[in-house]
T-cell receptor, first 116, second 111 residues
Framework: DAGVIQSPRHEVTEMGQEVTLRCKPI?????LFWYRQTMMRGLELLIY????????DSGMPEDRFSAKMPNASFSTLKIQPSEPRDSAVYFC??????????????FGPGTRLTVL | DAKTTQPTSMDCAEGRAANLPCNHS???????VYWYRQIHSQGPQYIIH???NNETNEMASLIITEDRKSSTLILPHATLRDTAVYYC????????????FGKGITLSVRP
């Protein structure tokens, strides 16, 4: 398996533009997680899905952020409109989701987002 | 979830064992200890986890004290590629639990 795949790896955009980050989890994994990492706040969980259904989005910073998982092999995180404070590295992770394996999360390489 | 305390940083010589400590004095009976690491510019990587018995895999060993209030991650033969931030996380396992990554400990392996 190729692991968790994220695209794009780098994104530079201007304030006010829409940004879409993409993630392909490991095949067979039931859980998908979106994290954000900044120097100031560290690594934060934004939202996670179980079997394509959003379970907890309490970490989503505000309504400008939305996430979807239309099928088991694809998820998106969208920011509209983007702001400079959204600049961060966004990670997607997936896990099998049963027992202790739930927390054996496999992370993708991340998308480095820069909003000018 | 129980809070963990880790030193800010440590270093070790290449080829030697790296022993990374973690205190979790408020751990509950059914909370697991997980270790992750993050190499610069990469996503976090799962290393190992345990409940109360010592665990070993191809990457590392996890030693948990009998009272479970502290643990040590051991990298038996550290290499330069092991230079990373290591996170100790104590968490209930199963649905709705959330990994909380603190500041971790920065391990620097020197040649």
């Amino acid at each position: 398996d190729a692991g968790v795949i994220q695209s794009p790896r780098h994104e530079v955009t201007e304030m006010g533009q829409e940004v879409t980050l993409r993630c392909k989890p490991i095949s067979g994994h039931d859980y998908l997680f979106w994290y954000r990492q900044t120097m100031m706040r560290g690594l934060e969980l934004l939202i996670y899905f179980n079997n394509n259904v959003p379970i907890d989005d309490s970490g989503m910073p505000e309504d400008r952020f939305s996430a979807k998982m239309p099928n088991a092999s694809f998820s998106t995180l969208k920011i509209q409109p983007s702001e400079p404070r959204d600049s961060a590295v966004y990670f997607c992770a997936s896990s099998l989701g049963y027992g202790p394996a739930y927390n054996e999360q496999f992370f993708g390489p991340g998308t480095r987002l820069t909003v000018l | 979830d129980a809070k963990t305390t880790q030193p800010t940083s440590m270093d070790c010589a290449e080829g030697r064992a790296a022993n990374l400590p973690c205190n979790h004095s408020t751990i509950s009976g059914n909370e697991y200890v997980y270790w992750y690491r993050q190499i610069h510019s990469q996503g976090p990587q799962y290393i190992i986890h345990g409940l109360k018995n010592n665990e070993t895999n191809e990457m590392a060993s996890l030693i948990i004290t009998e009272d479970r209030k502290s643990s040590t991650l051991i990298l038996p033969h550290a290499t330069l590629r092991d230079t990373a931030v290591y996170y100790c996380i104590v968490i209930f396992t199963g649905a709705n639990s959330k990994l909380t990554f603190g500041k971790g400990i920065t391990l620097s392996v020197r040649p």
